[in-house]
């Protein structure tokens, strides 16, 4: 059997502490990567402390920076270090260090670009091209990035030509609905451990906007979550009983209608609370939630501004039930 060096790459010897440090992944988040997905098996001391070598420390960094770009976890964890390295080159070739042979060429996506191809794609009326656009984009720069700088971007960006008159109603349907189809492919697509925790993804009643629902369901899949998405409009009561059903940690709704009935919703959270107990998390999100933050903070109802924050607070919840 081949002796391992004291200073080779794969002797372990670095404790959890210092690995946090290189990677800039919090400790706990690097224990429940190991008993979730499996995407490290680092060894033990003999008082049983874990120990990585640098191999595995290589192989934490691209993890993060492939997941931090919205890649599902528990497909990262499968794939061989050489292979995330790849990846990462593409995804973000600044951030990979290629010591032999020439740099990956820089990516050559532009989001402006991809938003105006869809606008006309939804002008001619071209559903195909359009949800081709788009899955390109996923594609090009992952998931949650793509949320970001291509789908938010256009699905306000044909709010407003249908509000100046620029595109009828037929062309904001044909748009909504393909971007439905994307964001239910990629929902359909994710995958999750069977011991996954439970998190509901919605709208309360009286908020007929879904796709904030629709992309939160999205960063909660990426993050590995079993999700249970029911579309908009969804009672209180009814909330409370499916959280219940499902074991549910957490429900996600999203509020965006600051116009008709801002009031209706706000008592559909609160009612949402009382009825689900204290235990059960409740994370909203979207342009309506300005209007009552201090109330749903007294109610212990969770803000977020951003799929950022968002994911960072899934996987707080996630990491303390475990």
């Not at 004291?6 to 010897?13: A, H, I, K, L």
């Not at 429940?32 to 060894?43: F, K, L, M, N, S």
């Not at 996506?109 to 991809?114: I, P, R």
């Amino acid at each position: 059997m081949p002796t391992i060096r004291d200073d080779s790459p794969t002797t372990p010897r670095h404790p959890i502490r210092v690995v946090a440090e290189k990677t800039g992944i919090t400790a706990a988040t690097l224990r429940a990567w190991e008993r979730r997905h499996r995407a490290i098996a680092p060894r033990r001391s003999a008082g049983s402390q874990r120990l990585y070598s640098d191999a595995d420390i290589e192989r934490l960094r691209l993890i993060g920076q492939l997941a931090a770009a919205g890649y599902p976890l528990a497909n990262l964890a499968r794939q061989a270090t050489s292979t995330l390295a790849r990846l990462l080159a593409e995804v973000a070739p600044d951030a990979v260090e290629v010591p032999d042979g020439p740099r990956p060429a820089a990516s050559t996506f532009n989001s402006a670009a991809a938003v105006a191809r869809m606008m006309q794609d939804a002008r001619d009326l071209d559903a195909k091209s359009l949800r081709a656009t788009v899955t390109a984009a996923i594609f090009e720069v992952g998931p949650l990035p793509a949320l970001d700088a291509v789908v938010s971007p256009f699905l306000r960006a044909v709010g407003d030509a249908w509000a100046c008159g620029d595109i009828g109603v037929a062309h904001e349907h044909l748009a909504s609905a393909a971007m439905r189809d994307v964001l239910g492919w990629l929902l359909q697509n994710s995958t999750h451990d069977r011991k996954a925790p439970a998190v509901v993804a919605t709208t309360p009643a009286g908020e007929l906007h879904e796709f904030g629902a629709m992309m939160a369901a999205v960063v909660a899949a990426v993050a590995g979550w079993r999700v249970l998405y029911l579309g908009p409009n969804v009672p209180a009561a009814e909330l409370v009983r499916i959280a219940k059903e499902s074991r549910a940690r957490a429900v996600l709704a999203s509020l965006s209608n600051r116009e008709d009935a801002p009031a209706v919703l706000r008592d559909e959270l609160l009612r949402l609370r009382d009825g689900a107990g204290s235990r059960l998390h409740i994370i909203v999100g979207g342009a309506a939630t300005e209007d009552h933050r201090l109330t749903f903070r007294r109610a212990g109802i969770e803000l977020v501004e951003s799929r950022a924050a968002l994911r960072q607070a899934l996987d707080a919840i996630w990491t303390r039930s475990t």
